[in-house]
């Protein structure tokens, strides 16, 4: 007899497992298949030989102004409160940055440049464009030509393998820019890591579920041997329509971690910030010391360093959708066949191939599982489509 489950949740990340803690305190019965062989996801954390903390698919910072979102989170980890700091290498130095008053300064050479001095330089250099079409025009408008070649213009081709002109202008329009003195990475009210590391976190949300966990298997061994009325999808879309449209772009990243004893440095940090973005020829395109937020205390230390890659099916994981016309057509083809795949739910970044962030994708996961608890619609049938099935279709 196959075993029998309410719902079948494809993905341990922040979406699979908030929907498997708010359905299982609903009472039902769930199944989490994840195929690596952790929970967690993309914001898997854990600490290196040294002890210390790094978040292995790459910097996770924790940031809301959802109080919803907050509060049902702090049910799951207690929090440490952080600032987020970042600097730019290039020309030889650091920069101030996100670009604000004190970048400035370091431009034009004058520690005493007030921000009426930025602000009439900003108004001399700016593009100004209402409705940006790319990621270039948004950013000449905020702060033109010299500061989008200094900042965006290398980084944004390095970390995508495409122009700042081929992706949205919401990509770069994440970065926030002030003519104030003012450092801060995000606006955000509340910014912090959880108190423990996202993988406590993730392991408490996970035993309140009460839900069934298969590590280290792909959903399409483990579907034939269940039964389940509803599954939600949480992997890259287009694999699970087979691909029948072509593959949609994403981008890849390889993550090098350098663990460093103290030896290496007198001071116990590496790097002058959290993190340190590379616009320049450097094969890399930034690395981040944890240590400058965790708290922990430790002659040791280390940097994670991105190597941005194209995604290759099968060969490295998908990270980022891309935002950008070369992606739109594609995206709206597998949504329309996501609308009609009876009894299955697409949610989360890789399903809904959209750049959330942590708390826009629990936000989201919190209402689909009310939802779901709700109406839980018409049965799922048991087997995913074919490829060849649906390329005809
Ligand atoms: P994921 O975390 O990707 O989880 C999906 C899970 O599904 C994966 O574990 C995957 O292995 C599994 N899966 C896929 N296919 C299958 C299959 N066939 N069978 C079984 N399991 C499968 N957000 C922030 O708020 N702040 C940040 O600073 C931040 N930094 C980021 C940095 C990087 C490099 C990246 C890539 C993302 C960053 N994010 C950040 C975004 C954050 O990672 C996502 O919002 C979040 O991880 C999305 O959760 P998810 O559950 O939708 O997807
Ligand atoms: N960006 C840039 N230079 C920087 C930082 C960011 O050009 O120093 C652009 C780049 O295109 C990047 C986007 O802004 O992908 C969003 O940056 P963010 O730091 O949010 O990237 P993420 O953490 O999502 O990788």
Partial sequence: MRPAYDFVIVGAGFSGLVIAERLGAAGHRCLVVEKRNHIGGNCYDRTDRNGLLYHVYGPHYFRTNSTAVRDYLSRFTAWREVKYRVQVYTAGRYWSFPVNLATYRQLCGRADASEADFKAYLARVVVPNEHPANSRDAMLACVGPELYALFFKGYTQKQWGRPAEALDASVCRRIPWRSEVDERYFHDEFQALPRDGYHRLFENLFAASGADLRLETDYREILPHVRCQHLVYTGPIDEYFGHCHGPLPYRSVRLQLEEYSSADHADGLLQPALQVNYPGSEPFTRTVELKHITGQVSPFSNLVREFSEEHVNGVNDPYYPI???????????????????????????????????????????????????????????????????RAVA
């Fill in 323 to 389: 935002p950008g016309p070369e992606s739109q057509a594609l995206i709206e083809r597998y949504r329309t066949l996501a609308e009609r795949e009876a009894g299955v739910t697409f949610i989360g970044r890789l399903a809904q191939y959209r750049y959330l962030n942590m708390d826009q994708v629990v936000g989201a996961a919190l209402h689909t599982a009310e939802k779901l608890r709700l109406q839980p619609g018409p049965a799922f049938s048991g087997t995913v489509p074919s490829t060849a099935a």
